[in-house]
Each structure stands twice: as C-alpha cells, then as structure tokens.
C-alpha cells in the first residue's frame, strides 16, 4: 500500500534520510499505517516516538503526502528550536492567511483558528503534521495542546500529528503524549531487518560491491544499533572502500575501520563489538 514512498532516490549515497529514499522496512510501515489511520478516521492527535536517526521525519513526510491524496488540507512544521509565536507565525504563513511581523500573538491565534474553524463550516479537515516536537519551546507545546482542546479537533475537523524522540521532551512532552489516541512507536531495526536493509542500500547505490561476508552483517547492526541513519552513513563509507579497492564484498574488518572515522559513533555502540563473551 505504501511503497510508493520509498522508491529510489539519493538516499543511498546521501547519507541521509528523505522522503523517496528510505527504503520500506516494516517499522516504517507499521508507524506510517498508524499515522494514516488518525487522519483516515478523523482523529485527534497521533504522536511518534523513536530514537534519533530511525526516519520520523520521513514518515512523516509520507503521511502528509497520503493525507494530501485523500484531498486533507497538509500544514507541515519543523519545530525545532522555535517557540509559540514562531509556531503560530509559521502557521499563519503556511496557511497563506498573510501574517506581518506587526501581527501580535492574539492576532496569529485568530486568523489560524477563523481558518481552521472556516474549514470546520464547509466540512473540509486539516491535517496538522509537526516535526521535532521534543526540540521546540516549553510554550509551543503549551501551544499545541491548546489546539487539541479546539472544537475543530473535538469535532475531528484537525488531525495533528507530531514526531518527537522518545528521550526528549521532558515532563510536558510527556502530559502532551497522553493526549494520543493511538501509541505510535519508531523502534530501530533488528539484525534480520538491518540485514535487508544494508543490502538494498548497496544495490541502489549502482555500486558493484552487493554483498557481505558472513560476520559482517553482525558487525555493522552493533555498530549501528539498528539505526537507519547509521546503517546509512556505515555502508556509504564501506561502499565507497570496496569499490576504490576493487572488492567484490564488504567485511567486518572495513566496518570497523569506516566506523573509526565517524565521529559520531558512539562508543556504547562500538564497545559492543569488542565486548568480550562470557
């Protein structure tokens, strides 16, 4: 149903994750699937939780686009680091309601709400999709639940849906959580998945390396931890190596030589595979 969203992109050779190139995994369609039921069945708030770097905001992304298709008017937010009269100034701009820098915090409210309740008259739901809630301002989330309590979000005219870590956020992100009506979770891969997932990573890179040695798989989850956003950064380095250096496979000894040049692996994920077995 949803793999339209991950088809072939830049994503492989990027490093980074974006709305075409993730590749489908089934973490990514159980939360893509529940974000879609919130807005599909009129809902009020769904809220995603998982660790950086396992592709919220791409599924994210790909819940805006499957409410734009079911005809929903999409506002997409990045959250991070404003506070509420940013948000609502973001708002009132994405909405095409003409907002100024004279527009007070009153002002804003106003002219978001008229529209939203506008919609609510004609019957026509809105989709509200908010990134990075765990990093915006202590008001904005005030702000947020705010609008939870709007008659247009009672009345199942306004579909907020929000992507937050799951360490992030603090008390109020957690009183804002028990606002959800549906837990939704973005967990890291498991080795089998991880395994997949690094494979087809190498075959969309249009590199001549595709494949593994036996413990390599194993090397590259405990380095990663399952992390998409590492799995990423770890193969793209390797992949390039292997193909400099002609190999026709991909072993534990490269991993952990590209993982030592990444700053920004972490040294819990690195003990791992040195670890001693008991």
């Known amino acids: 149903m949803y793999g339209r969203y991950w088809e072939r992109n830049d994503f492989a050779l990027q490093g980074s994750i974006g709305l075409s190139g993730l590749i489908e995994t089934p973490p990514h369609e159980e939360a893509?699937?529940?974000?879609s039921?919130?807005?599909e069945h009129h809902r009020r708030f769904g809220l995603m939780l998982g660790p950086a770097g396992t592709g919220k905001s791409l599924v994210l992304s790909a819940a805006a686009h499957e409410a734009k298709r079911l005809g929903r008017e999409v506002t997409s937010l990045d959250l991070f680091g404003i506070d509420s009269h940013d948000l609502l100034w973001q708002l009132a701009n994405a909405l095409r309601l003409g907002p100024t820098e004279r527009w007070s915090h009153a002002t804003l409210w106003r002219a978001v709400t008229d529209h939203w309740h506008a919609l609510h008259s004609a019957r026509l739901?809105?989709?509200?999709?908010?990134d990075h809630l765990d990093?915006?301002?202590a008001n904005c989330l005030g702000l947020v639940e705010r609008c939870l309590h709007l008659d247009v979000a009672n009345d199942g005219c306004l579909t907020i849906l929000a992507a937050a870590r799951e360490d992030g956020g603090g008390l109020l992100l957690s009183e804002l959580a028990e606002h959800?009506?549906?837990?939704i979770e973005l967990p890291c891969l498991d080795r089998q998945e991880t395994a997949a997932f690094a494979l087809e990573l190498l075959f969309q890179s249009g590199r001549h390396c595709d494949k593994f040695d036996r413990n390599a798989i194993k090397t590259l989850f405990d380095l990663s931890g399952g992390t998409p956003r590492e799995i990423v950064r770890l193969c793209q380095?390797?992949?390039i190596v292997a193909q400099r250096d002609e190999l026709n496979q991909i072993d534990s000894v490269m991993l952990l030589d590209v993982a030592s040049e990444l700053p920004h692996t972490s040294r819990r994920q690195t003990s791992r595979v040195f670890s001693p077995v008991n």
């Open 37 to 39: 039921y919130l807005f």
């Open 180 to 183: 959800s009506d549906l837990r």
């Open 125 to 130: 739901p809105s989709v509200l999709l908010l």
């Open 32 to 35: 893509l699937a529940r974000l």
């Open 237 to 239: 380095l390797a992949g």
């Open 135 to 137: 990093r915006a301002g």
